[in-house]
Antibody, heavy 118, light 106 residues
Framework: EVQLVESGGGLVQPGRSMKLSCAAS????????MAWVRQAPTKGLEWVAT????????YYRDSVKGRFTISRDNAKSTLYLQMNSLRSEDTATYYC???????????WGQGVMVTVSS | DTVLTQSPALAVSPGERVSISCRAS??????MHWYQQKPGQQPKLLIY???NLASGVPARFSGSGSGTDFTLTIDPVEADDTATYFC?????????FGAGTKLELK
C-alpha cells in the first residue's frame, strides 16, 4: 500500500524558514517523480513544485521560485520542501503527491499545515 | 495561466444524476483530471485524461469532454458522494486546478 506521510509544519513568522518532509513507502520511491501541492484555508488546490525521479530536474510555480527548494533522498525514500522567506500567502496545507507523466496526481499524503503569521 | 471555471455548488437528491462542469480558458486537449475531496481529507483521484476511471473508483463516476469543456457525471448519486470536486489540467504549464464544486445531498 502506498503511503505518503508529511511532517515539519507549524507556525512560523513571516520572513523565516521551514522545511517539510514526506516519508514514502509501499512503492519504489527512486523510480518516480514527486511533487508538492498546497491548499490555502477554504481555498482551491495549487501546484507548488515537482522533482524528477533522480532529483536532476526541478520545477516551481513562479510565486515560490527563488524561495522554495524541492529535493529528495532516494536512500531514505523521503521528499523535502525547504521554504525560505515565507509570506502570509504561503499559509496552506501542503500535500506530498505522486505526479504521473501525463500530469495528474495519483497518490496524496494526508497533508501538513503551515501557518505564516507574526 | 490556464483558468479552470467550475460552478461553486450543487445540491441533488440521492439516486439522481448530477453533472459537474469545468471550463478551461484555453484548450487542454484531453488532459483534464478530476478529484474528490471530503472535509478534512486529502484529494482523491477519480478520473484521469478526461474519461479514464482511476483504480478502485466506482463506475457511478464518469468523465467526458475535450478541448475546453469537460464534465464529471455521477449516476446515481449516493449520500457518501458529499464532497468538493476539483478539476485539474496538465496540458499547459503551470498545471492548474479549478476552485472546486461543492456537492451537497438534499
Amino acid at each position: 500500500e502506498v503511503q505518503l506521510v508529511e511532517s515539519g509544519g507549524g507556525l512560523v513568522q513571516p520572513g523565516r524558514s521551514m522545511k517539510l518532509s514526506c516519508a514514502a513507502s509501499g512503492f519504489t520511491f527512486s523510480n518516480y517523480g514527486m511533487a508538492w501541492v498546497r491548499q490555502a484555508p477554504t481555498k482551491g488546490l495549487e501546484w507548488v513544485a515537482t522533482i524528477s525521479y533522480d532529483g536532476s530536474s526541478t520545477y516551481y510555480r513562479d510565486s515560490v521560485k527563488g524561495r522554495f527548494t524541492i529535493s529528495r533522498d532516494n536512500a531514505k525514500s523521503t521528499l523535502y520542501l525547504q521554504m525560505n522567506s515565507l509570506r502570509s500567502e504561503d499559509t496552506a496545507t501542503y500535500y506530498c503527491t505522486t505526479p504521473i507523466p501525463t500530469g495528474y496526481f495519483d497518490y496524496w499524503g494526508q497533508g501538513v499545515m503551515v501557518t505564516v503569521s507574526s | 495561466d490556464t483558468v479552470l471555471t467550475q460552478s461553486p455548488a450543487l445540491a441533488v437528491s440521492p439516486g439522481e444524476r448530477v453533472s459537474i462542469s469545468c471550463r478551461a480558458s484555453e484548450g487542454v486537449n484531453s488532459y483534464m483530471h478530476w478529484y474528490q475531496q471530503k472535509p478534512g481529507q486529502q484529494p482523491k483521484l477519480l478520473i484521469y485524461k478526461a474519461s479514464n476511471l482511476a483504480s478502485g473508483v466506482p463506475a457511478r463516476f464518469s468523465g467526458s469532454g475535450s478541448g475546453t469543456d469537460f464534465t464529471l457525471t455521477i449516476d446515481p448519486v449516493e449520500a457518501d458522494d458529499t464532497a468538493t470536486y476539483f478539476c485539474q489540467q496538465s496540458w499547459n504549464d503551470p498545471y492548474t486546478f479549478g476552485a472546486g464544486t461543492k456537492l451537497e445531498l438534499k
